[in-house]
């Protein structure tokens, strides 16, 4: 399996500001996901970040708005752009497991608040 | 597209018993994956169990099992001798293959009482 590190695990921000999510894998994986989960909702595919190549965007996620940096193959960011109160929401990273990529892991994911 | 239902959204159970949540989904795919996430109130998604479309064989995991039915669609978690730190959100997820994305159903809450 993988340790997936996410940070912070918590934060509340103002309106119009940016909050960049760290991801931290303890071992190299090929992809990393990014994930966002309204309140009361189930989960949401944002992104898929490959080392060395733009992040691929899902329908109704733009880069202007969730920016995704992924310098390495242990490592990526999400940052949520100018935002509004409708960001509050868990934003979670999910890898493939390194050994079994048939299984999928999360990390403990970010819980954002926009006032 | 695939399609992830839950149609349970909450249930509960007591404390020692057997519980079954419900997945149905719907995928033209004949190989893919289909997995049982737990959420406690902590926010971490913790895989359950994991079934792989190819297989004939009901997974099993410690206390969990899954019933299978790729005909009907339906893929159902078993807990046996449900314990209080079973309570949680459960998600049924839809995984075609590597690198693309888990689709998720709705989620169904769990309660274990004493």
């Known amino acids: 399996s993988a340790v997936i590190s996410q940070k912070p695990s918590r934060d509340i921000c103002q309106r119009g500001t940016s909050l960049t999510i760290q991801c931290q894998v303890d071992?190299?994986?090929?992809?990393m996901f990014w994930y966002r989960q309204q309140p009361g909702q189930s989960l949401t595919l944002i992104a898929t970040a490959n080392q060395g190549s733009e992040a691929t965007y899902e329908s109704g996620f733009v880069i202007d708005k969730f920016p995704i940096s992924r310098p390495n193959l242990t490592f990526s960011t999400l940052t949520v752009s100018n935002m509004s109160p409708e960001d509050s929401s868990i934003y979670l990273c999910s890898v493939e497991d390194p050994t079994d990529n048939e299984k999928l892991f999360f990390g403990s994911g970010t819980q954002l608040s926009v006032l | 597209a695939q399609t992830v239902t839950q149609s349970q959204p909450e249930m509960s159970v007591q404390e020692a018993e057997t519980v079954t949540l419900s997945c149905t989904y719907d995928?033209?795919?004949?190989?893919?994956?289909l997995f049982w996430y737990k959420q406690p109130p902590s926010r971490q998604m913790i895989l359950v169990i994991r079934?792989?479309?190819?297989?004939?064989q009901n997974a099993t995991e410690n206390r969990f099992s899954v019933n299978f039915q790729k005909a009907a669609k339906s893929f159902s978690l078993k807990i046996s001798d449900s314990q209080l730190g079973d309570t949680a959100m459960y998600f049924c997820a839809f995984w075609k293959t590597s690198g693309s994305r888990l689709t998720f159903g709705e989620g169904t809450q769990l309660t274990v009482n004493p």
């Open positions: 995928t033209s795919e004949s190989n893919y994956y």
């Open positions: 071992s190299q994986v090929t992809m």
């Open positions: 079934q792989e479309a190819y297989k004939q």
